[in-house]
């Protein structure tokens, strides 16, 4: 089992920046690929960006360029910098953990972009 916590959303204006942290009960990076996901309201859930175990960094072409996905093994926790923001990257974002064999989610943390 693998808990993940997040942790550093709010509201900011369109502009601003956040960063979201997702800690981890224990080690995974080595074999575990983090992503962090969004669900705006009334959509489905969508990928944001990801980073594998080899340390390769992807990310969906809404984020690409204003968002940063990183980790710190040393502290397990991977990170979502956020910059740029615009009201259509309100959303609850999500970390997820996985593998072929299991896939772990955090709860969620809300961020809203608004004026």
């Known amino acids: 089992q693998v808990q993940l916590v997040e942790s550093g959303g709010g509201s900011v204006q369109p502009g601003g920046s956040l960063t979201l942290s997702c800690a981890a009960s224990?080690?995974?990076?080595?074999?575990?690929?983090m992503g962090w996901y969004r669900q705006p309201p009334g959509n489905q859930r969508e990928r944001v960006a990801f980073?594998?175990?080899?340390?390769?960094?992807h990310y969906s072409d809404s984020v690409k360029g204003r968002f940063t996905i990183s980790r710190d093994g040393s502290e397990n926790t991977v990170y979502l910098q956020m910059n740029n923001l615009k009201p259509e990257d309100t959303a609850v974002y999500y970390c997820?953990?996985?593998?072929?064999?299991?896939?772990?989610w955090g709860q969620g943390t809300q961020v809203t972009v608004s004026s």
């Open positions: 997820k953990a996985e593998t072929t064999f299991e896939t772990f």
């Open positions: 224990r080690s995974v990076f080595f074999m575990f690929t």
């Open positions: 980073i594998d175990p080899g340390g390769s960094a």
